[in-house]
DNA sequence: GTGGTCTAGACCACG
DNA sequence: GTGGTCTAGACCACC
């Protein structure tokens, strides 16, 4: 499992893996079934306290985007298709709606906001790109 | 002064008046040599501690957007622009990022997320017009 | 009476009274037995609250500075010698203390602060200087 | 963590923790990821509320002297010399004006101020070798 | 376990 | 009349 942890970013650790977890499952870059890294590894791997990974891996049990197999682990649960998306298009439909309500505030353009905007996406998608070929 | 608090939104109360007041001063919908509501008053109206607000303006003071004169009340300070620009650019592009990030992440086309962005501002900049007419 | 108050330098505006006062009494800019401005008067040229003015008074009437003549106003008072010039000097000296606690702590060279403590010192003689030459 | 505070000196509490702390990062007497006293141990140590404390500790973290470690503690952060440096010379410079407006106030003159001034100087730094021959 | 936030209310400093 | 500080104690978020 790919997980970046920036421990000084201000956003609670916890809630960086919720999203990269839950990133991953609905784009399909985890498949369904697959079995979540094990608490501990993870929390060792990520120089982590465990309860924190566990925290994390329990709000994605309650969103439903994993299952608990007692004395197993945590596997990617099967999530219909006409709840995924709506789940993936109001995120980002949120993120864009803060940025609008600021550069309409701070007199931004909507060329100069969307030149921005189409840098941050070629620099996210190449980072993506790299991790891709690394595994 | 319009300010809306959500005291169940997670957000410490004070970020949230920081914030809002910040964001008033830098688009100018609150004027240079303008007063803020007094503490108490404001306190009062959010229904939340004094301290709390006034919590807020200090910061808001640290930060220069606002300027204390004693025994009289807070006032918008005179942010010089060549100040006051990189903060507003700073913010609108941070708002972009964490969009752009999203929309890679969800595999959100540009022409789809450019087509929600423009509707949001057309939104917020017809919302901006009716608040000018009426004042 | 030169007084000169900077509303915005964070020190209290009746210490800044105050400070200014005592400096031209001890050092002889204020003769024994001269009268001090008017209270309303001294708080109507630097737009100050004169409530701000008595207090500082107040407590010049405390350290025996001035003397309160009923109906009449406030006078330099007659302080014998071997009283002012403790007062004088223990203030220098604490100033000075404090600079060399710093400079050391900071490991700024004996030259390097002596270089600036003249710098500055020629910038006060000048500008006293440019202050009597109003008079 | 050597902190002084007196309750009645008219600065705050807040402002004293502040200063002490600063400084003492400032001059390398805390070393670099070195943890500050925990925020209930301090307060309890000065017979002061813990808020007072986290206070102080609030505004080193916005100076960005400090860094917290959620979960653990607030720790000594890493300044880049080249930010350091002028902090520091800027505390020694205000000092230093001080004592020249005092002293030219007064009369003092500069043979007089450079005495006392030398005699604090030897004073600190024998106190300060002292220091650091009982670590 | 850590630190952060908020409250209620007292008291102070400043004008 | 302003705002600032401090307290005591409750509660929360995070690790």
């Known amino acids: 499992m790919i997980i970046d942890i920036d421990p000084r970013s201000g956003v609670p650790i916890y809630r960086q893996i919720i999203e990269q977890v839950r ?3 609905l784009t399909g870059q985890m498949a369904v079934g697959e079995q979540l ?5 993870l929390a060792a791997r990520l120089k982590v306290n465990p ?3 566990s925290k994390a891996y329990g709000y994605l049990e309650l969103e439903g985007l994993v299952e608990r197999q ?3 682990g945590l596997f990617v649960a099967h999530v219909r298709k006409d709840v995924k ?10 993120a864009l709606k803060e940025a609008a309500a600021l ?6 353009s909507d060329e100069d ?3 921005l905007y189409e840098k941050y996406c070629r620099q996210y998608r190449s980072k993506r790109r ?3 070929e690394e595994r």
């Open 23 to 25: 990133r991953q499952i």
């Open 70 to 72: 007692r004395g197993i």
């Open 37 to 41: 890294e094990q608490v501990r590894s």
């Open 103 to 108: 550069a309409v505030g701070m007199d931004v």
């Open 85 to 94: 998306k709506p789940m993936k298009t109001r995120m980002v439909e949120q």
């Open 113 to 115: 906001a969307w030149k």
């Open 130 to 132: 790299r991790n891709r």
């Open 51 to 53: 309860m924190t990974v």
